[in-house]
């Protein structure tokens, strides 16, 4: 323990004083902004309704119609390096991405409001202990208390109503999720990872590097040469290959966000 102070002006909502120590930890984790990779997902919710089904549609047909009338190129790899950017593209302009999750959705600009004004009025009482600044204050807390109370209920509420509407409309990913978010809680984020010895990688540079060469190792595979390939008769008659038109209305009769068989 290096130092022990109290902090009288300290919005803690208590009547005893905030006070703060400084401890000094054993296993620090020293944490670089300056190589930290920002990861962004594509709201592919919007693909199961029609209109966002459409405008997707349209907008990668405009661009691979752009492509068409252009000079065909001999490089395999910057053919691929043009149909990957333009999907991308076509994704995040008809899709768009998610938005971060809030760890207090509810938490509005009128809490704020309201925790600012109980802020001064305490630092107003700490300035001037009057009967007066006294009452203020109370009244003050007792409206945002009541406030806070209130807005944390109307969410509930409503995540309720929604968990209750996916249930009805079958959507069982979300309604899972729903409940995940209810059971875990906040639960912050911990980027860190093992390197070859056990220990801690905290740095997203070595993190991403450790990453690197674990995918290399494992999927570094030998090229197997001379495999003979065998026709086996069979007594069964031969069936053609499905068409097009079948393939697509065998995936339209699938269920969402299930696997075709038992595991």
């Avoid at 102070?5 to 005893?16: N, V």
């Avoid at 209750?164 to 209810?182: E, P, T, V």
């Avoid at 540079?205 to 065998?230: D, E, K, P």
Wanted: glycine share 4%.
């Amino acid at each position: 323990m290096l130092d022990v102070r109290s902090f009288r002006a300290a919005d803690y909502e208590t009547d005893p004083y905030l006070v703060v120590a400084k401890l000094r930890e054993r296993l620090t984790v020293s944490k670089q902004t300056t190589h930290r990779v920002h990861m962004v997902r594509l709201n592919l919710k919007k693909l199961s309704k029609v209109e966002g089904k459409e405008q997707y549609c349209v907008k990668i047909s405009n661009r691979f119609t752009v492509l068409e009338n252009l000079e065909t190129e001999v490089d395999v790899n910057k053919t691929w390096e043009t149909i990957r950017d333009n999907i991308k593209m076509s994704a995040k302009e008809s899709l768009g991405y998610y938005e971060p999750k809030k760890h207090k959705p509810w938490f509005d600009e009128g809490c704020s409001d309201l925790l600012d004004h109980r802020k001064q009025a305490k630092l107003q009482w700490l300035q001037d202990p009057s009967q007066l600044n006294g009452d203020n204050l109370s009244n003050i807390r007792r409206e945002a208390s009541r406030h806070f109370r209130n807005k944390k209920r109307e969410y509930l509420k409503d995540k309720i109503d929604e968990l209750a509407m996916n249930s009805k409309n079958k959507n069982i990913r979300d309604l899972y999720r729903g409940i995940n978010d209810f059971k875990k809680g906040y639960q912050p984020g911990s980027n860190l990872a093992k390197d070859e010895n056990g220990d801690l990688l905290a740095d997203s540079h070595n993190i991403f590097n450790r990453w690197r060469n674990y995918y290399s190792q494992l999927l570094s595979v030998h090229r197997v040469s001379n495999i003979r390939q065998t026709e086996i008769p069979t007594a069964e008659p031969l069936v053609p290959d499905p068409s097009p038109f079948e393939v697509e209305s065998a995936i339209a009769k699938l269920k969402r966000y299930k696997s075709t068989s038992s595991d």
